[in-house]
């Protein structure tokens, strides 16, 4: 593949995943099927933005510094510092860094917390008894 396909598919399918991610981050707790998987994605998630953010700054996601040095690699600019922040100004509805890191971390506690939860009581709870 040349790289005149190669990077703009690249870009189209790193926001793809990344809205994904997002999404299944947000709403991955709900199906009983997903909740272990919601859970590991959730604390990958987790490791970027507290972990390697002690390196590369609060909030790093490896996922949109990838995406980043492809778009930057097809000649996009000033690219804000949050995914969330982009993936807003694309749908015309543009949010400061501010607001676009309140909603990701208020949407990131509500989920893990309810994750833990459920994940708890479905591995010690009710749920337990009924596999024994």
Known sequence: MTREILLPFL??????LHVIII???LFGWIW???L???????????????VLGIWYG??????TDWHWQIKHQLGEANLPNSFIT??????HLPISDSLANAF?????LIAIVVSLVKNYLSFFGKDREHRE
């Open 11 to 16: 870009d189209k399918t790193l926001f793809l």
């Open 23 to 25: 999404l299944f981050n």
């Open 32 to 34: 009983k099927k997903t």
């Open 36 to 50: 272990r998987l919601h859970l590991i994605v959730i604390l990958i998630t987790a490791g970027s933005w507290f």
């Open 58 to 63: 609060w909030g790093y996601c490896f996922l």
């Open 86 to 91: 982009y993936f807003f100004q694309t749908i």
């Open 104 to 108: 990701a971390l208020g949407g990131f």
